[in-house]
């Protein structure tokens, strides 16, 4: 978890962390949401499966919605 506080922390120091939630709101962040299911990223997460967290990963840019996401959020982070 001290991780993820660093990190948003550095987000929002860099001023990246509003670009970032409105792409997480917009309507392709919440499609991809609904496409993910959010137990399955956890236990991968939590138990370091990389494989599985590829595979989520897979599907949501095999979507327009995911693609766009994607786009964005490499956009946001330059």
Do not use: F, W, Y
Request: net charge positive; aromatic share 0%; no cysteine.
């Amino acid at each position: 978890m001290k991780d993820l506080d660093k990190l948003g922390n550095e987000l929002k120091k860099s001023g990246k962390s509003e670009a970032l939630m409105k792409l997480a709101e917009s309507p392709d962040g919440k499609a991809v949401g609904r496409l993910v299911d959010a137990e399955s990223v956890r236990k991968a997460a939590k138990s370091g499966d990389m494989a599985a967290l590829q595979d989520i990963l897979r599907g949501v840019l095999s979507t327009d919605e995911g693609k766009r996401l994607a786009e964005g959020l490499r956009k946001a982070m330059q």
